[in-house]
């Protein structure tokens, strides 16, 4: 069983409502919003576009939406645990906490409080009408309880509910179009559906804040940014809601409002499964990442409440391009440095869509890197340990006791001459409070990644850190340096006598591998 939004986009194509609504483009735009963050979170997304009944005045489609919904999973075998039936007038922020799982059986909605003359209004002209049912509640408590029926979480254990209200509107839907279109005027279903649930005692939880359903945007002042931080200009809305309601305002300029939007935030919804379909896994290439760590690195990255997006990223290691045009996905900007020219164009060519990644030419090991300032670290360089130190120490010193977030691959190699090499000097820097871990990702311990046997993980694939403020002082410095013995090329490691002290000399002497001077 799974999660479904009902997602409501029904085009009522009539010269006159295409005018009303100013054409239906809005709808498009809402529809991306919600197919992504149902693939994100593994929830079906359901279109609803063709109602049961044809005659849209006699039955309208906010009516249609509860008479249909358990109908239209069922016969399309569609087995479900939680329903959200949600207006398409929404746009869901691409990270967007999964509220299914902040919610309980009960049906969950959020109380209405944007417009309290209407409401009042409509509460009070249908008042008479549901009389008939011995409904003594008082306007005052209706009103309090008054939920918005553009947003509303369900289960099986609603569907007899629902078949009552569908039973109720049939029965009495003449006087409901006239008090709906000709008396009250104040809306169509979502009054007789408050009044509905009242009486016939729906629990409903309404714990959920209201940005999860932010309605009538403009009323909360939430279409404008704080002046006083000149250089953020991100809408109240953007930055604190999850999921947008262009309610309110004028049908006709629903497009344009979320036109803008869409333009603004665009770029945060990107299909993270089209773009692995045309890239090769870890064992068709064993130069790239996975493809279970390129999402998961994805989801931690896009999901993250910090402002990744607006962040530089230095990759240390671009080798054909393919984690390059991932993290290119994610934010502002890429340095990419990679030793290899043949590597470097193949990347170019790999990712030539993306006009924010800056590529260079040189060796992490034996050059300086580019001075360009970089908020967060992907390494996938050499993954032998004292190449592996010199990349973290490296990372340190240039950012100075600035906290950033470190990605490493191939955290749990567990094969080769460099086995567990980036494991145990990673593990080192957290025990040492240089580093302390946040997630890992990619395959699990006791994954073969690789098309040989013996290519079997003994950690994670990957991790990522942040780096602590700590002093650097006692950390020590490493150097490599070619040099010839023998007739035969070999890698001296020079290490500071602070190595000595702390016990890095010792970790990197346990390997036995080199010759350390």
Same mark, same amino acid.
């Given at each position: ?13 009539? /010269? ?17 919003? $919600? ?11 359901? !279109? ?15 009516? !249609? ?25 929404? @746009? ?25 003359? $209407? ?60 008090? !709906? ?53 991100? /809408? ?12 309110? @305002? ?11 939007? $869409? ?120 993954? $032998?340990? /004292? ?61 073969? @990644? ?68």
């Amino acid at each position: 069983m799974k999660n479904v939004v009902f997602w409501t986009g029904i085009k009522n194509m009539k /010269p006159n409502m295409v005018e009303k609504y100013g054409g239906y483009e809005w709808m498009d735009i809402s529809k991306k919003s $919600w197919e992504y963050w149902c693939k994100k979170n593994d929830c079906i997304f359901y !279109q609803y576009d063709t109602p049961s009944q044809d005659d849209l005045k006699e039955f309208r489609v906010t009516w !249609q939406r509860w008479f249909d919904v358990y109908d239209e999973l069922e016969n399309n075998n569609i087995d479900y645990d939680k329903i959200f039936l949600v207006d398409a007038c929404s @746009i869901v922020k691409w990270n967007c906490p999964n509220f299914f799982e902040l919610t309980d059986d009960r049906m969950t909605a959020w109380l209405d409080k944007d417009n309290w003359g $209407w409401i009042y209004q409509s509460v009070v002209g249908y008042k008479e009408f549901f009389k008939q049912f011995n409904h003594d509640i008082s306007d005052k408590y209706l009103v309090n309880n008054y939920i918005n029926a553009g947003a509303v979480i369900i289960n099986k254990n609603h569907k007899e509910f629902f078949k009552s209200l569908k039973e109720f509107y049939y029965e009495h839907k003449d006087k409901l179009i006239s008090l !709906q279109d000709k008396e009250v005027i104040k809306g169509t279903d979502q009054t007789p559906f408050n009044y509905w649930l009242q009486i016939n005692d729906i629990e409903i939880n309404t714990s959920l804040p209201f940005m999860y359903n932010l309605t009538h945007m403009h009323r909360k002042n939430m279409l404008i940014y704080n002046w006083q931080l000149e250089e953020d200009k991100t /809408p109240y809305f953007i930055k604190y809601g999850y999921v947008w309601k262009y309610n309110g @305002i004028p049908k006709n300029e629903r497009t344009n409002l979320m036109k803008q939007t $869409w333009d603004i935030v665009k770029d945060y919804y990107i299909n993270i499964d089209n773009m692995l379909d045309n890239m090769p896994d870890k064992k068709d290439d064993n130069n790239t990442t996975s493809k279970k760590f390129k999402k998961d690195l994805y989801n931690f990255i896009s999901s993250s409440e910090l402002d990744y997006k607006n962040m530089t990223i230095m990759e240390l290691g671009t080798a054909h391009g393919h984690t390059t045009g991932i993290l290119a996905s994610l934010f502002k900007k890429v340095i990419t440095l990679d030793k290899t020219k043949s590597n470097l164009d193949k990347a170019q060519k790999n990712n030539q869509q993306f006009n924010n990644i800056r590529y260079y030419e040189g060796d992490i090991y034996f050059d300086d890197l580019p001075v360009e300032h970089f908020d967060v670290a992907f390494i996938d360089c050499m993954h $032998w340990m /004292p190449m592996v130190i010199h990349d973290i120490i490296k990372i340190l010193n240039l950012t100075k006791g600035r906290e950033i977030t470190v990605i490493f691959d191939d955290y749990g190699l567990g094969w080769g001459p460099n086995t567990k090499n980036v494991k145990y000097t990673v593990d080192w820097f957290v025990e040492n409070g240089y580093m302390k871990v946040i997630k890992r990702i990619g395959h699990k311990k006791g994954t073969q @990644i690789q098309n040989s046997k013996d290519c079997v993980l003994c950690d994670s694939e990957g991790i990522i850190c942040k780096t602590l403020n700590k002093n650097l002082d006692n950390l020590g410095d490493l150097h490599l340096k070619w040099a010839k013995r023998d007739g035969e090329k070999v890698l001296d490691v020079f290490t500071s006598p602070e190595m000595d002290e702390n016990g890095l000399a010792d970790l990197l002497m346990n390997q036995g591998e080199f010759h350390a001077i």
